[in-house]
């Protein structure tokens, strides 16, 4: 496996291209302990996982990522997040047998949405149906419909142990006339590496071992690290956001209510006067945000 807990950045110096490659096993582990996810979604948290760490790698500014996908299946949602400081953090939802390891079974009709959340300016947010068996595919099928850079992400694990993921990106002058086939014959290239290589060689080993014709220049690697942002004005929103309804059932039978972060499992202890002055607030917020044009980011 590339070095694990690290993202390591490499570029094809004679063909504007560049690459990372990832691999997690603590934080990843960290992610599911204490879920006791189905093996099919631990495998498939792992692939969001890596993925989010991949494409998190590539913004050029601080804030967050996320992948979601969402669906009529049994697994009902699936997310990961990473922030430019490459810590990252997955969560599933999901009901009954997942015995499926494709993706578009698992979730059934549905969609994946990739988020940008910079710190500053505005949100973007891109959407495709799901209609490819991986996530690797899917997000494929994403960056083909986008107008983003031209991207391929390779993704291979072992459910509940480890993920490795790599990431080809075009930067625009790849496209030139000097060295015009640059991406499909690096694409190609990349399109022989097994699971079993992406899971198993060292990053260096891997580089020669798909590109040692072309010009490749490794970076000094950086941990990405699990780490959860919940707090407690985060669990009061996410209470509120489920609508007045159902924030008064809740409390029917009890003035405090035990919340436990899906994230991380830390428990907060929320009582209704808490929620109470959010909800009408909230609500406008939540409907203003969902309404906001979605962009594309370079
Ligand atoms: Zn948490």
């Known amino acids: 496996m590339s070095s694990s807990d690290q993202i390591q950045h490499f570029l094809f110096t004679n063909a504007d291209i560049r690459g990372q490659l990832v691999g997690l096993e603590e934080s990843y582990r960290q992610a599911i302990e204490n879920h006791n996810y189905p093996k099919s979604i631990e495998k498939l948290i792992g692939e969001f996982m890596a993925?989010?760490?991949?494409?998190?790698?590539?913004?050029?500014?601080?804030?967050?990522?996320?992948?979601?996908?969402?669906?009529?299946?049994?697994?009902?949602?699936i997310m990961a997040e990473c922030k430019s400081n490459r810590e990252i953090r997955a969560v599933a939802r999901y009901q009954g047998e997942c015995n499926s390891s494709a993706i578009n079974e698992l979730l059934g009709?549905?969609?994946?949405?990739?988020?940008?959340?910079?710190?500053?300016?505005?949100?973007?947010?891109?959407?495709?149906?799901?209609?490819?068996?991986t996530l690797a595919k899917c997000l494929e099928a994403y960056f083909d419909q986008s107008e983003?850079?031209?991207?391929?992400?390779?993704?291979?694990?072992?459910?509940?142990?480890?993920v490795s993921g790599l990431l080809l990106q075009a930067m625009p002058s790849a496209i030139s006339p000097t060295d015009s086939d640059a991406w499909p014959r690096?694409?190609?290239?990349?399109?022989?590496?097994?699971?079993?290589?992406?899971?198993?060689?060292?990053?260096?080993?891997?580089?020669?071992?798909l590109y040692h014709e072309e010009?490749?220049?490794?970076?000094?690697?950086?941990?990405?690290?699990?780490?959860c942002s919940?707090?407690?004005?985060?669990?009061?929103?996410?209470?509120?956001?489920?609508?007045?309804?159902?924030?008064?059932?809740?409390?029917?039978?009890?003035?405090?209510?035990?919340?436990?972060?899906?994230?991380?499992?830390?428990?907060?202890?929320?009582?209704?006067?808490?929620?109470?002055?959010?909800?009408?607030?909230?609500?406008?917020?939540?409907?203003?945000?969902?309404?906001?044009?979605?962009?594309?980011?370079?």
Not at 188 to 205: G, P, V
């Open 51 to 77: 993925a989010a760490a991949l494409l998190g790698s590539t913004l050029k500014i601080d804030g967050t990522i996320s992948i979601q996908a969402q669906g009529t299946g049994s697994l009902t949602l």
């Open 186 to 209: 690096i694409c190609t290239l990349t399109d022989t590496l097994s699971e079993s290589e992406l899971e198993k060689l060292q990053n260096i080993q891997l580089l020669y071992r």
């Open 215 to 227: 010009e490749v220049e490794l970076y000094p690697p950086h941990e990405v690290n699990f780490s």
């Open 230 to 298: 919940c707090n407690r004005d985060r669990i009061i929103n996410a209470l509120v956001s489920l609508g007045a309804q159902e924030v008064e059932e809740m409390f029917t039978e009890e003035p405090l209510v035990e919340i436990n972060c899906e994230f991380c499992n830390q428990s907060y202890t929320v009582a209704k006067e808490e929620v109470e002055p959010y909800l009408m607030e909230l609500d406008i917020s939540e409907i203003a945000s969902d309404l906001a044009p979605s962009r594309t980011l370079h």
């Open 148 to 162: 983003q850079l031209k991207t391929r992400i390779w993704l291979a694990g072992n459910s509940g142990e480890q």
């Open 109 to 133: 009709i549905g969609q994946l949405a990739i988020t940008i959340d910079p710190e500053q300016g505005q949100r973007y947010q891109g959407i495709v149906p799901l209609e490819n068996a």
